[in-house]
């Protein structure tokens, strides 16, 4: 079965600049998720989608971060405007549902630098 | 406070010895823990993962061990290979959630022939 598809796999932008990322989860999976993973750290959780809706975005920044997940299955994120410190892999995952443990299936992010 | 404490963050080991990273988190509302490996490039993905009230897990040449009293729980990778050089991530899952991890910080491990 085809992974978790992410475009573009690294972006280069101005400090103030807008930017957009794009995720196809894999097909059927109800949940996506976008992290932003800092080099050297772990993925940190920015905001978790259930079919369309959204169930956590408690770590959005939302003054310049926002998501959406159209029909329940592609989903961007975009920042607007980038600063320094938004520099990093933002990773979209993806998972069958909730309930009992579900093995979140991650792309191979986007690598945004920040200049 | 949600949080899991990794160490070390980088281990170089010999081929065929078994590096050990370990993992503590503080908050009990946790209910599943499981490993991913990243290679560079790549995205994480699932290695292999415990639930609290299991002591100890093995697939293959990984075992997971876990001290619930302790609140700590280690990856332990068997007959190491150079194939396994990658960054590992401990994580734990957020009970009653909607199945949100919170990530340790990573420990890069290289395995060296």
């Known amino acids: 079965e085809a992974g978790v598809a992410q475009s573009p796999r690294y972006k280069i932008i101005e400090k103030r600049q807008s930017v957009a990322f794009w995720c196809n989860p894999i097909?059927?999976?109800?949940?996506l998720y976008w992290y932003q993973q800092i080099l050297g750290q772990g993925p940190k959780l920015l905001i978790q989608f259930q079919n369309n809706g959204v169930v956590d975005d408690s770590q959005l920044p939302k003054d310049r971060f926002s998501a959406e997940r159209l029909k329940g299955v592609d989903s961007t994120l975009k920042i607007q405007p980038a600063k320094l410190e938004d520099s990093a892999v933002y990773l979209c995952a993806s998972s069958p549902g909730t309930g009992d443990f579900h093995e979140q299936y991650f792309g191979p992010g986007t690598r945004l630098t920040v200049t | 406070q949600q949080q899991v404490k990794q160490s070390p963050q980088s281990l170089i080991v010999q081929k065929g010895g078994i590096p050990i990273i370990n993992c503590a988190y503080e908050n009990t509302a946790f209910d599943y823990f499981p490993w991913y490996q990243q290679f560079p490039g790549k995205g994480p993905a699932l290695l292999i993962a415990?639930?609290?009230?299991?002591s100890e897990k093995k697939e293959g040449r990984f075992t997971i061990s876990f001290n619930k009293s302790a609140k700590q729980f280690s990856l332990h990778i068997m007959d190491s290979q150079p194939g396994d050089s990658a960054t590992y991530f401990c994580a734990a899952r957020i009970s009653g959630g909607y199945n949100k991890l919170i990530f340790g910080a990573g420990t890069r491990l290289a395995v060296h022939p």
């Open positions: 097909s059927g999976h109800a949940t």
């Open positions: 415990i639930r609290p009230d299991v």
